[in-house]
């Protein structure tokens, strides 16, 4: 069996079997997707993380199915009902699903109503009129009366001799595959608001009288309807089709099928209206309602696929943001009535002065503040200011902009940063241990600052979930979505390489081959003993065995150490290559690290031997050439505009520079100063059709927008990437909403900064974009999630 779950992987991925294999035992073995993926390209043909992620989460599905297969197989086989065609059948069964379909009749179950009319003796009478039809189905009836089974008259008989059919009906696998799918591809989604719940279920305003079909539901629109449906707003049916129109009394398409697989057809003779009462029944009492919770079942899942890809696409954009690198930075964590609490940290991260400041409302010590500022910055060597872009951002920035203004000597540099999830990290036990002298309102600042140096590693001590990127995150099946992220995580961390001597524990707990547990052990050893020197003085760490040597050695980095290939992500296993590569070039190791001419000079086929391969040497020489080279972009700031600093100031035509802060199905959300991001919807990104917005924009990138339209009331901003765009005309016609049209308005087009965003809003009210949102169906309901960031200081 492991051999064709092996080819199936194969041909879903479109490479061969053997590469399958090959990571499958690696898998299994316990290396890391990381670690193949880097070390191991000769055993697997080069796959890449991606696919490996891809191999992972579908060798864990068909396992899965496999041992149910065997389970369905067991429990027929005990019943005594298990032939050879039955098994062949369940063999070949390819999804979940089409097992359950298959398993259904034989699946033990409560005592049900065909069960005891066959124990009644009722199951002939059932075959008999399904048989020969022309039998008149009382007078058949008739034999089959005896009140001591519980038949007491002919129609108790009927009765029972229907249910036996209209179990047959519903589990008869290949028919039930069948009309599942023809209800998926047909099928539509209908909603209505529950009555007296208008101004509570607000927020699904576009959702009230709505319909759509299941295949064009997007994933962010599905779980916004799931929501309304759970808070008791909304009420969802699940329809099979569009009404047909077909006579009074006439068998449905769905009906229709059933009686053709069955032989039931409607010729004038005895038992026919009966049979169709037979189909009718089944289909509306038994299959449709199983076909309803397997479509509804099938909706959840592709949504929640989706929402999980978007959430793990913006965090890995997040979590590979350009670092600043280490330079003395400053963090100011804004507010109002609880002041700005500031906190200075070195090169390295390490915390070296705190303040709390109160230049904004109540207490306006505008001047105070700003000395306050300058004297940190000075007595620091401060270079970067960074401000979280919460609650007084603007404000705050308008702060270090006069600083800088006043004090042009310090040569600073001011940049917003998204605190998403500041607050979680300093209410955590880790940042208890890690700043136990530090008041909880000032680790936030701590955070800010750090997460300017390096984003990826302070964000790694926060729940991915709470850094709050996603779509509908709190909708989405904890499991499916932490496993996800994790993945990601570990992904980014390997992708860049941790410096051993530096890191955090938490950062090191997401190195390959490495437990939180274990990454404590190595801090533990660092503190102790002083700086690793080697790679190999690693092992000298309690409990770090050979087999998590080998998956980690390769991602640490040990800079100014013994072994200078220790600095670069060469594994040691591959150090005896680079050195032989190097003595052929006639230079030594570190002689050869940078010199770009003669490594290029290498023949790499000259190395080849049993053990190492083309990629492997390939991979040795790029990295010789750019040793610990990061593949995060370069470090770049966005400017906001002077004078717009909340969404009174925006008007229609100004062309901003701001950062992107999330991506989703529908479009960018993109940070320009005013504490609501602003929307550049799908249709807005390109000239050219863009499928996925991920492939014009990502979260962190710095872009220019010109805005479109303002709707203050609503704190709604539309903006566009295209800055030749005219502005859409006000007022414009709205499209007509009669007959069975859809009411969608489209959904919050903008979350207010410090609010995960529940439900679905409205589009900028008039105008022809407003239209075309409308239209287009946008309801983002987005949950920015801000992962418990501080509200109204």
Known sequence: MTTAINGRIAAELGVAPRQVAAAVDLLDGGATVPFI????????????????????ERLRYLREMEERRGAILESIREQGKLDDALEARIMAADTKARLEDIYLPFKPKRR???????EAGLEPLADGLLGDPTRDPKEAAAGYVDPEKGVADAAA?????????VERFAEDADLIGELRERMWTRGRIVSRVNEGKEEAGAKFADYFAFEEPFTKLPSHRVLALFRGEKEEALSLSLEPEEADDASPGALNGYEVRIARRFGIADQGRAADRWLNDAVRWAWRTRILVHLGIDVRMRLRQEAEDEAVRVFATNLRDLLLAAPAGSRPTMGLDPGFRTGVKVAVVDATGKVVDTATIYPHEPQRRW??????????????????????????????????AELMKLHPELKLTRISVSEAGASVYSASAYASQELPGLDVSLRGAVSIARRLQDPLAELVKIDPKSIGVGQYQHDVAETKLSRSLNAVVEDCVNAVGVDVNTASAPLLGRVSGISQTLAESIVRRRDEQGPFRSRTALKEVPRLGPKAFEQCAGF?????????????????????????????????VAELIGDSARLRQVRLADFVDDTVGLPTLTDIVAELE???????????????????????????????????????????????????????????MSRNFVKDPRDVVKSGDVVRVKVLDVDIPRKRISLTLRLDDELPAKGGDRPAQGGGARRERGGGQNRQR?????????PPAGGALADALRRAGLDKGLDQGRGGDRRGR
Do not use: C, W
Request: hydrophobic letters at 40%; charged letters at 25%.
């Open 367 to 400: 001047d105070e503040s700003v000395a306050e500022l300058a004297r940190l910055a000075r007595a620091h060597r401060v270079e970067l200011v960074a401000i979280g872009n919460g609650t007084a951002s603007r404000e705050t920035d308008r702060l270090a």
């Open 157 to 165: 008989a009927l009765e029972g001799a229907r249910a036996i059919l």
């Open 37 to 56: 993926a880097r070390y191991r390209k000769e055993a697997t043909g080069t796959l890449d993380d991606a696919q490996l992620r891809t191999l992972e």
């Open 626 to 684: 750019k040793p610990g080279r990061d593949p995060r972009p370069a470090f770049t700031t966005a400017t906001f505009k002077e004078g717009v600093e909340k969404i009174g100031d925006l008007e229609p035509g100004m062309l901003l520079e701001g950062v992107v802060t999330n991506v989703a199905a529908f479009g960018a959300f993109v940070d320009v100063g005013v504490h609501q991001d602003g929307l550049v919807h799908v249709s807005a």
């Open 556 to 588: 640490l980095r040990i800079r100014g150490g013994d072994d200078p290939l220790d600095a670069s992500s060469v594994h040691p296993e591959a150090y005896p290559v680079a050195r032989r590569i190097a003595a052929a070039t006639g230079a030594g």
């Open 112 to 118: 049900t109503k065909a069960q005891v009319a066959r």
């Open 754 to 762: 410090g609010q995960g965003r529940q439900g679905g809003g409205q």
